[in-house]
């Protein structure tokens, strides 16, 4: 059986299930029970190539013991065992501050973790099917983790508050652009599931890690945060996928919720690649940790902090709204801090429909450099392909659309840019004259004609009157069929 029909018969196992209850719930509990076994997995490998390797999970409660065998502990048997004694020696690890200490890892996941499933030979039989993939065999862990990513996908109906995941066209030309190389901080301080940090990971394999040592620079310098348990609980399993050993950097917190004068020298960063929560606001006191820009918009709110955590050189990759461009008050003090701190050298618009159908907000990749300030920005109109109205569920946006943008891009040093009826640049002196209003319309468009207002009026008016007979008509024969 291959591995997406594995998962598909695991999802209709749960539907059974009275106690899961819709798609976060169900990949909520399809996600620890996988981290369980893909961490054993790895665990089996890892003593036998490491003389003193210790598995971060007791013996007890290592899949092995308890899942493993078909015939096993099922029915009430083994939801006693997963509620009152799995989850509590989990949630409850001894953790070491040594770097390199799985137990947080399996303790952070577990943390705000939850048993839905009600039913002990449901939970049995979704065992067993979880059983059929081995995570050490190379091929079957790519196939889940293609599915893993359908997976995430799934989640984006539940996005709420600007949470929204990143397409992964999207997160793949930031980090192609960005260019990131093992042993450069890489910073996600809203990493959801791990797009970024996924699509990082692929890039540096892909063109730089060819030894042991250069893998190992490369995973010491990722950070990422999550603020929500569930995203969080996603991404470490995602690490764990990506062969990622100690994903312990993933930390569960809110980045937000430090003051921005408490990040040291010593914690900048060389890159920040990430899309941060947008439309949202934050907790009562999260302001007070920006003085400078006393907001509850959390989108202004990471943009201060990435400005602040970048190093000399330092570059970023960040989506943001279109409401960050135009917006005025906090947000034109922090465009001109950000001006002066940093090159911002390009902006790509977006088109509306690259996150639907969760969301139809014009959203922009910002690319700035920090240490010198901006003298100039180039704007790049990304527009939806030939013969397509819209991007859309079933046509998603791809990596191939970009390309026009990666060959106007010019490389990392961006020299030779040409203005094109998708590229334009806008001076510093004419950004300062527009007030920071960096909602610059492509000047090579042609406005469309919506008609003329008058003629369009009387058709909404006509429109409007239709409406209201057919609904008196509706009214009428449901009133009649009612009183018979």
Known sequence: MSVRNTVKSIQDIMRQDAGVDGDAQRISQLCWMFFLKIIDDQDQELEVTQDDYRSPIPKKY???????????????????????????????LAVSTKSGDRRRVVRDVFEDAYNYMKSGQLMRQVVNKINEVDFNNLTERQHFGDIYEQILNDL?????????????????????????????????????TGGFLTCAIRHMERNYVKTTRQREKMQASLRAVEKKQLPHML????????????????????????PLISWTKDERIDIVLTNPPFGGREEDGIENNFP??????????????????????????????DGT????????????????????????????????????????????????????????EHRVPEGQKAYSMTKPIRLEHFQNCIDWWRGSERKGRAETPQAWRVSIDEVKARGYNLDVKNPHAVADDHGDPETLLADLRKAEAETAVLRDQLKAILTEALAR
Request: glycine residues 8%; contains cysteine; negative net charge.
């Open 62 to 92: 290592q899949w092995r013991a308890w899942a493993a065998d078909p015939e096993g502990i099922t029915g009430d048997a083994l939801l006693a065992f997963i509620n009152g004694e799995l989850f509590p020696a989990l949630k409850g």
């Open 156 to 192: 984006q109906s539940a996005g709420n508050a600007g949470e929204y995941y990143t397409p992964r066209a999207v997160t793949a030309f930031m980090v192609d652009r960005i260019d990131p190389h093992p042993g450069e901080t890489l910073f996600d301080p809203a990493c959801g």
């Open 235 to 258: 991404c470490v399993t995602n690490m764990l996928l990506h062969g990622i050993e100690d994903p312990s950097f993933v930390r569960h917190d809110n980045t937000l919720a430090r």
């Open 292 to 321: 400078t820009f006393r907001t509850k918009e959390t989108a202004d709110l990471f943009l201060a902090l990435i400005v602040r955590l970048l190093k000399q050189d330092g570059r970023a990759a960040v989506v943001l709204p």
């Open 325 to 380: 461009l135009f917006g005025e008050g906090v947000k034109t003090r922090l465009k001109e801090h950000l001006m002066e701190e940093c090159n911002l050298h390009t902006i790509v618009r977006l088109p509306n429909s690259v996150f639907k159908p969760y969301a139809s907000i014009g959203t922009n990749l910002l690319f700035f450099e920090k240490g010198t300030p901006t003298k100039e920005i180039w704007f790049y």
